[in-house]
């Protein structure tokens, strides 16, 4: 017990250890797109449940990377670094819906029955694009910046902190940011 006070310390400190930011970080933003894109995969998963339709939509995704591709240079993304950060986003949401779709099959627990519409969940993944492409630009600079590894996981430690998120969300969003910083130009 007296570890997890350290450790639960530790973290706090860590959050509140960052300066006052005076001129706007991109980078929370960002997190937080990321983060709903994430929510949203269990609705996905739900939807795919109920109509049996497989997690891996390999025409969907080449979709929404020929999406991303042509809305990149549009909002001063390179295509190379949309193109990868959106494949990483899509392998994190993959994460999510296997790991949701293994849980309830092997508790033989059925989420609540409300039935989401595919179509219009993807609408909402497809307004979160532009959102997500507009902090990638924003934060083009840090991810040039030799501290960027350690101010994303400040930040998203920041993120974890200030919202509650169990450990296969915790997981994604970590897959989901974990090359952040290597993304090509």
């Not at 929404?64 to 494949?87: I, K, M, W």
């Not at 507009?134 to 200030?162: E, H, I, M, S, W």
């Amino acid at each position: 017990m007296r570890h997890l006070r350290v450790l639960s310390l530790s973290l706090l400190s860590l959050a509140l250890s960052g300066p006052l930011h005076a001129v706007a970080n991109p980078l929370p933003a960002l997190i937080d797109a990321v983060s709903q894109r994430l929510a949203i995969a269990d609705q996905v998963a739900r939807s795919k449940l109920d109509t049996g339709k497989p997690v891996l939509d390999e025409t969907r995704e080449q979709q929404v990377l020929q999406s991303v591709q042509r809305a990149a240079a549009d909002r001063g993304v390179p295509t190379a670094t949309a193109r990868t950060f959106f494949s990483i986003q899509m392998e994190a949401n993959k994460l999510v819906q296997y790991g949701l779709l293994d849980a309830w099959r092997r508790q033989h627990h059925i989420p609540p029955p409300d039935k989401p519409d595919l179509s219009k969940l993807r609408s909402r993944l497809d307004e979160l694009q532009g959102r997500l492409l507009d902090g990638l630009a924003a934060t083009a600079p840090l991810r040039q910046d030799k501290d960027c590894q350690a101010k994303v996981d400040q930040a998203v430690t920041r993120y974890q902190l200030q919202h509650w998120q169990d450990s296969l969300h915790r997981l994604a969003q970590v897959r989901a940011l974990g090359d952040f910083c290597n993304l090509p130009d």
